[in-house]
DNA sequence: GGCCGCAGAATATGATCAAATTATTTCCTG
DNA sequence: CAGGAAATAATTTGATCATATTCTGCGGCC
């Protein structure tokens, strides 16, 4: 039999599953709620169904799934409280990784996050929703990337999967206009080696992120 | 054949798996480096391997075990930059739990703390060290499940699960002699309802401990 | 010292069994 | 006789296992 493998250089099957459906999760092609079964997955991707469980179980470690209990699994719905807490660690985590970003980062560094914060613009002004998600997660996964913190950066990344769904319910909603951007500010920060100015900035930028979310939640 | 459910109150196999390694490597059971094979669970735990590979690919997800790249897992190994980390993390989050806790703990859950912190101090005077951890570990649950923060407290839970095996390592080396104990002071702060002196007692209990495993690193 | 084959371990599949949800039927009640 | 609730049957989904296949690492051989 073929073996997958060819299809993703060398990779694992089940590696290929997880980063496929993180993919789906983080830029929305997975609506909050929605059920997720394990053999939907099996024939939508074409693989057995040992590397589906092991890449859903990863998932829900990391909490980008919830187990229902009655062994059954869905995309995380966030309430308030979830969200007031995601907000917590992330102004906790992600201001503390753009001060070291903005320690250690070079010239190359700052001005490939400022080549993909273009990309990030040119998507907003398009009115690509799933371009910005992308692009925006791109910008964030690179600096956390060059704060050279590997432990810091998986904890951060488990939070983006939590909250992924979610975020693309507000653009949906609100479409890709209004959305303030404190990146221009990071970016500054970074190029001119200002780590507490760097924080600060994803501060802002963080809670505004969040704040999108929680006023989503009652309208 | 006869199922192994009933071993253990009609969890998943692979839930019970997850929960025994889980104990193994946040009590020492597993040493630091030390390789851990699929098939030498399935013959340690006699079950099969679907449900050993789905507990290993959770606890990879929660970096309670890493996976070598040549398919191979091993317990991590702890270097200066990730005690950094993993402190500086800890230090975010768990004070804020901390402040939570007391927030809204009452006399019922400050009644508990008390009295498994109790236990701790009953094993550190036997010079039970396994006991010290699983106490210590206890405590620590208990509090953050008092807070009421459920992803935080997740967070946390794998921090822990990332320094499990180290910290037998230490007490291996010094004892649970001469452990400063912060538990005190948090426990007075628990019960006047004190927050900000919760979270500064939990941060220096952290930073302790952490400090603990970064001089065991140099000797 | 580099290459080839062999052993062992991991990956992936399909089959089988168990559980849960859904659909259906039946029986009771108004 | 009609409507609904409970029980049951059927389908779908999840969990586990046994087996085949592939890959890695090691040791002998050229």
Redo the contacts between chains.
């Keep these: 039999m073929v073996n997958m493998r060819a299809d993703s250089a060398g990779l694992?099957t089940?590696e290929v599953v997880y980063r496929r459906l993180r993919d789906m999760i983080l830029f929305g092609e997975l609506a909050p709620g929605q059920p997720v079964t394990i053999q939907g997955l099996v024939e939508r991707l074409e693989v057995g169904m040992?590397p589906v469980?092991?890449?859903l179980?990863?998932?829900?470690?990391?909490?980008a799934l919830v187990f229902q209990g009655n062994?059954r699994i869905t995309v995380p719905v966030l309430d308030a409280?979830?969200v007031e807490?995601?907000t917590?660690?992330r102004v906790?985590?992600e201001p503390?990784l753009a001060r070291r970003a903005a320690e250690r980062c070079g010239a190359e560094g700052a001005a490939r996050l400022r080549a993909t914060d273009a990309r990030l613009d040119a998507a907003i002004g398009k009115g690509d929703v799933t371009g910005y998600l992308v692009e925006n997660h791109q910008f964030h996964a690179e600096l956390n990337d060059l704060a050279g913190?590997?432990?810091?950066t998986?904890?951060v990344e488990?939070l983006w999967l939590?909250f992924g769904p979610s975020l693309r319910v507000v653009c949906g909603q609100f479409g890709t206009r209004n959305l303030p951007d404190q990146h221009k500010a990071i970016l500054d920060a970074l190029e001119s080696g200002n780590a507490a100015a760097a924080a600060e900035a994803m501060e802002k930028d963080v809670r505004q992120g969040m704040e999108q979310i929680s006023a989503a939640l009652e309208g």
């Design positions: 694992p089940h040992t469980r092991e890449a179980r990863r998932l829900i470690a990391e909490g062994r409280a979830a807490e995601l917590l660690a906790a985590l503390q913190a590997p432990i810091l998986d904890l488990g939590r």
